[in-house]
C-alpha cells in the first residue's frame, strides 16, 4: 500500500497528506503496523519524522530528509514557528470568535486510549484560536489554529467549551458523522536551507 499523497518535496523535506484512519508511526500490537512513515518509506526510505497527526485527523504531515533537518524542524516546533491551520466541524452553534486558553495534561485514569483533560492546577499550558466560519444543520465550521501543541488539544479544547468535533470517538458522540471532522489544512515553516517561508496545503475533504 503505497498510496502516499506528496504535496510537497525538496533535497530535505517531504510533506504528505495523512488521510484519516491511519496512524502516523506504528502502534504496539501486530494489527496496527500499517502507518504512513512506513509506506512512506517504500517511496523514501530517508524520511525521518518530525511530528504526528491523531490517527483519525487528516491532512499535512512534514517529514525530514536528513538529521540536521529533522533537528531544525524539531527547534522549529518547539520554539511554535510553524504555523498550522485546521479545519474543523462542531456540533452546536458557536456564536463568537475566541481564544481557548485551557491547560491539559493526561487522565491517568484511562489507560487505553490516551486521553486528555483540562486541569487548571497542573495541567501544561493549551492555546487555540478558533474562528468561525460557518453555522448550519446545528453543527458550525470552524478555523482552529494551535498556539501550543499538546496531545489531543483541538479535540480536547472543542469539547470543553461544549463544541465537541463531530464523529470524535474519545470527547464527542462518534455516531454523529462518518469520521472525526478535522483536517490539518495548512502549514508554514522557514525552510532550513534557505530560510524562506514556504506554505503547504490539503484541499478539505469535508
Known sequence: M????ILYEDARIIA?????????????SRDKK???????????????????????TSGILVFARDSETQRQLNQLFEA????????????????????????????????LPPTYIVDLQHGRSAITELTVRSVANGQTRVILKPHTGRSH??????????????????????????????HAHKLSFRHPATNDIYAVESKVPF
Open 153 to 182: 488539544q483541538l479535540r480536547v479544547h472543542c469539547q470543553a467549551i461544549g463544541h465537541p468535533i463531530v464523529g470524535d470517538p474519545i470527547y464527542g458522540d462518534p455516531t454523529c458523522g462518518e469520521r472525526l471532522m478535522l
Open 34 to 56: 500499517d502507518c504512513l512513515l512506513l509506506r512512506l518509506h517504500d517511496l523514501y526510505p530517508d524520511a525521518l519524522l518530525v511530528h504526528r497527526l491523531d490517527r483519525d
Open 80 to 111: 511554535r514557528e510553524i504555523r498550522k491551520t485546521y479545519v474543523a466541524i462542531v456540533n452546536g452553534s458557536v456564536e463568537e470568535n475566541q481564544t481557548i486558553d485551557l491547560p491539559l495534561r493526561r487522565d491517568m485514569s484511562i489507560s
Open 16 to 28: 504528505v497528506e495523512k488521510p484519516t484512519g491511519l496512524l502516523t508511526v506504528p502502534g504496539r
Open 2 to 5: 503505497n498510496d502516499v499523497t
